[in-house]
């Protein structure tokens, strides 16, 4: 009797509890819906606008001057490869995938197929206005002797993370990434204006051990007023250069948000794009018959830093950890 007894417990335990314990090392208890599954009312529109999975998207290929089709699959391949180094670590590159396929479903159902720039595509291959893009081919040669293995490498990462897209309140995010940040990333409100709840400022103080984290760009007194005065003809010129800028007002992400400039106030971002700055994360010094930018990061700031996934990748991170630290109160799910 009592040996039936401890057979009964024995038979329980590996009826229930080594399942469990699978469970358990293979992820933890995950619960069986996604806290903010994609709602009923985008399913609808995106079906409407994309069809059913696997999607067929329509891209227009800058370099050919004509639009094509792929599966998003196929061209995420061409993404990935093009906006991340191969080098960067697995869980990296699956961020990225999933990036770039988030943003590119999000661009499509935003577009009402009228961006003159695309020839009537809802995307393009111009990394300056939508993401970039390379053929296998153009990857390939740019590789070299690692093509084989980049290719496998980021083939994976696109295959491994098929159709999964990162959503908030039921419906994909605006995926916004760029290089690396200048310590910290922006909110999305300081530096485009209009609040995103999950485009929020945190930390990635991580960056600072990216290559060229700290860059430098110089222009002499002459060169420096011309392009501010081609901007703000308004604006006065004192003899003494220190005496040109006021203090600047910066985000919570420690960009530059707004300054004034011999009496003409400029956004950050402007200064950026008018002086080839790599990030609106600047001081400016006069320093003798020049003027000095001192530069942090690179990029925009806003969302998913990709030289911070490398980081937390290298420190055990996997993808789902990297875009939920970069895009606040989000969740990953299969569309
Ligand atoms: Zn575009």
Request: aromatic fraction near 12%; charge should be negative.
């Amino acid at each position: 009797m009592k040996r039936l007894f401890i057979c009964i417990i024995i038979y329980a335990c590996l009826i229930f509890l080594i399942p469990s314990i699978a469970v358990f090392i293979s992820g933890g208890f995950a619960p069986s819906k996604p806290q903010t599954p994609l709602s009923a009312e985008y399913k609808k529109q995106a079906e409407e606008k994309l069809g059913k999975p696997p999607y067929k998207i329509k891209s227009y290929i800058v370099s050919a001057d004509e639009v094509r089709e792929f599966d998003l699959e196929e061209y995420l391949v061409g993404v990935v490869g093009a906006e991340m180094p191969a080098s960067f670590p697995e869980e990296a590159l699956k961020a990225q995938a999933v990036a770039a396929r988030t943003f590119i479903i999000s661009r499509i159902m935003a577009s009402k197929g009228d961006v003159a720039e695309h020839k009537g595509a809802p995307v393009c291959t111009n990394p300056a206005h939508c993401k970039a893009w390379k053929s296998v081919d153009e990857l390939t040669a740019a590789w070299g002797d690692n093509a084989k293995e980049n290719l496998s490498k980021i083939e994976k990462a696109v295959k491994s993370t098929e159709n999964e897209i990162a959503v908030w309140n039921g419906a994909p995010i605006s995926a916004v990434y760029y290089s690396m940040s200048s310590g910290n990333t922006e909110n999305a409100a300081d530096v485009w204006g209009g609040d995103v709840p999950y485009l929020k400022s945190v930390s990635s103080s991580f960056d600072e051990n990216a290559p060229n984290f700290n860059s430098t760009a110089e222009f002499t007194l002459d060169e420096f007023k011309k392009i501010i005065l081609s901007e703000a003809p308004e604006a006065v010129f004192g003899e003494n250069p220190s005496e040109w800028f006021s203090e600047p007002t910066l985000s919570e992400g420690g960009g530059v948000m707004s300054i004034k400039i011999g009496g003409a106030e400029f956004k950050g971002t402007k200064i950026r794009s008018m002086f080839s700055l790599r990030s609106h994360n600047f001081s400016i010094t006069p320093e003798g018959d020049k003027i000095i930018f001192k530069v942090k990061g690179y990029g925009h700031g806003v969302g998913l830093s990709q030289w911070g996934s490398k980081f937390l990748a290298d420190s055990g991170k996997n993808y789902i950890d990297i875009l939920k630290y970069y895009y606040t109160g989000i969740d990953v799910v299969k569309q």
